[in-house]
């Protein structure tokens, strides 16, 4: 019999959690374990919060779950929460100002990050066995990373977004979080759907302008992480992925992005006057004055990134290595402020590469500075998803890991 927790460890999960679970399944492969979903998945009969709690006060519960959670309890996994995210999952930071801040178990006084903040914390926590949750701009990667899990973005479309309020939907994907690289793959051959393109890992390229950004500290410890799993991987050649334009990428995510919530989450918010968190609420503010003319010009250079993306990556076999996030997590009481403002602008740099692609990228728990885990992460080709979920469990052993 699976027990739903009878507290909310370091407020992972929102108030409007499950009160009894969601049972899977008594066979398939993921019979017996649990899992836990961010605050912006349909469960019938529920309502979503999206993290706010006037959206939650005026939603209407869900008619039908959505299809991937169905599959995963069609697999034999149990879903035993509701998980906290960024309040309409526009931040990178891990924080709400309604819900609360979970806590990162694996560095107490450093933020989770991401709006999958939760579902991270919960993982990392040991209070489910994996978790669900979005990545727009990082929201699932760079949580990964600071709590030492295991994470993937798709490749764009490979996972049914059905059932999940959209927030961009040209970058909006569903993703996953794990603490073993076996049950990492397990769920990833659950839930992945759509063209697998299979391919040998034959050629590594290594970002070195991205590793150029990352703090001392992190960098020296990923060249060493690096050099234990080096027989395991191609000979990395070095390269240049975006160079002195990735400025222009990442303000083209910030543009798009924005651009996109114009049509999905600001008509609520506008139309019900919705008091928002500081950070959040100026960054709606900004969506909001964003114009067509900025958006198509955004688009027209996100064609080009693909483009350069994509050309990287050819032939299939083709992997870009570099860090997941170019800082290590900032500390739990940083202010939604300018400081943010700059750690958030330094992490969309590495994470928005993926997003403009829409290749499948992972995050793998590599090492550790000061005390807080370094995420390394490898982008792979459109449809080489299940490649990098092979990569992840061949590299646990080498990274100290179990398998």
């Not at 939603?59 to 960024?86: F, H, K, W």
């Not at 930071?93 to 990162?104: M, T």
């Not at 669900?132 to 764009?156: K, Q």
């Not at 692609?357 to 793998?364: H, N, R, V, Y």
Request: aromatic share 6%; net charge neutral; with cysteine.
């Amino acid at each position: 019999m699976i027990s739903v927790p009878t507290r909310d460890p370091d407020h992972a999960l929102v108030p409007h959690s499950l009160t009894e679970p969601l049972a899977g399944s008594a066979a398939g492969p993921l019979a017996g374990l649990t899992f836990m979903v961010k605050d912006l998945f349909a469960i019938a009969g529920r309502k979503v919060g999206n993290g706010n709690p006037k959206f939650y006060e005026h939603a209407t519960p869900a008619s039908e779950t959505a299809p991937v959670i169905a599959r995963l309890l069609n697999a034999g996994a149990s879903c035993t929460g509701i998980t906290i995210c960024d309040e309409f999952f526009y931040s990178v930071l891990g924080a709400n100002a309604h819900y609360g801040q979970p806590v990162n178990p694996r560095a107490p006084r450093h933020v989770t990050g991401g709006s999958s903040c939760g579902a991270a914390s919960a993982v990392a926590s040991a209070i489910c066995d994996f978790a669900l949750g979005s990545d727009t701009g990082g929201s699932i990667r760079v949580p990964a990373s600071f709590t030492g899990l295991y994470g993937l973005r798709p490749s764009f479309g490979r996972i049914a977004t059905r059932g999940a309020t959209p927030m961009a939907p040209s970058y909006d994907t569903i993703g996953f979080l794990a603490r073993e690289a076996e049950l990492f793959r397990t769920i990833g051959r659950v839930l992945l759907d759509g063209r697998r393109v299979e391919a040998k890992v034959e050629r590594l390229l290594l970002a070195q302008d991205l590793f150029g950004h990352e703090e001392a500290s992190a960098d020296q410890a990923l060249w060493r992480a690096l050099g234990r799993v080096g027989p395991a991987l191609p000979k990395p050649e070095h390269s240049e992925v975006a160079g002195e334009a990735i400025d222009d990428w990442r303000n083209a995510f910030r543009v798009i992005q924005g651009f996109e919530i114009q049509s999905t989450l600001l008509p609520f918010i506008q139309s019900h006057n919705v008091d928002l968190g500081p950070g959040i609420k100026e960054r709606f503010e900004m969506a909001a004055q964003i114009t067509l003319a900025e958006a198509e010009a955004a688009r027209r250079l996100r064609v080009e990134i693909a483009g350069r993306l994509h050309a990287l990556v050819r032939p299939p076999g083709t992997l870009i290595v570099l860090p997941t996030t170019p800082t290590l997590p900032p500390a739990r009481d940083i202010p939604d402020g300018a400081s943010f403002a700059a750690f958030r602008n330094q992490t969309l740099g590495h994470t928005c590469l993926a997003g403009h692609a829409g290749l499948p990228q992972i995050s793998s728990p590599a090492t550790e500075a000061a005390g807080c885990p370094i995420g390394l992460s490898f982008i792979g080709w459109k449809g080489g998803d299940e490649a990098l979920l092979d990569l992840a469990v061949n590299l646990a052993p080498l990274f100290g890991h179990r398998a």
